[in-house]
């Protein structure tokens, strides 16, 4: 499968973005998908993950009750809406695929089968 991840850009503290992370190829119900992102100088972080199934999902505590994951599987699509953000949100937003991923080994990336590109997310203070 192959990811592509769009929909970062400049934004306000407290403003809002949604990023998107469009599969091809076949089988995309059949994967969990994560975000993570890297801010310079810094190492990748988990930001938030959904199952395969979408019935879990998964979040940083430095991103509860601002971000949310979901999936429309008939868009090969997964999207992460974030809501009032904070400069410390400044990244690099990646999103990653496992086959059948569910739990806690979504939360580390070196378990991701596949990965997108980056979108850059900037937040100004």
């Known amino acids: 499968v192959q990811l592509q991840a769009s929909g970062g850009g400049l934004v306000q503290a407290g403003g809002s973005l949604r990023l998107s992370c469009a599969a091809s190829g076949r089988g995309f119900g059949n994967y969990a998908i994560g975000w993570f992102r890297q801010a310079p100088g810094k190492e990748r972080e988990f930001v938030a993950a959904?199952?395969?199934?979408?019935?879990?999902?998964y979040s940083a505590d430095s991103v509860k009750g601002r971000f949310t994951i979901s999936r429309i599987n008939a868009k090969n699509t997964v999207y992460l809406q974030m809501n009032r953000m904070k400069s410390e949100d400044t990244a690099v937003y990646y999103c990653?695929?496992?086959?059948?991923?569910?739990?806690?080994?979504?939360?580390?990336?070196?378990?991701?089968?596949?990965w997108g590109q980056g979108t850059q997310v900037t937040v100004s203070s």
């Open positions: 959904i199952s395969w199934t979408g019935d879990n999902t």
């Open positions: 990653a695929a496992k086959v059948l991923g569910w739990g806690s080994e979504l939360l580390l990336s070196g378990k991701y089968d596949y």
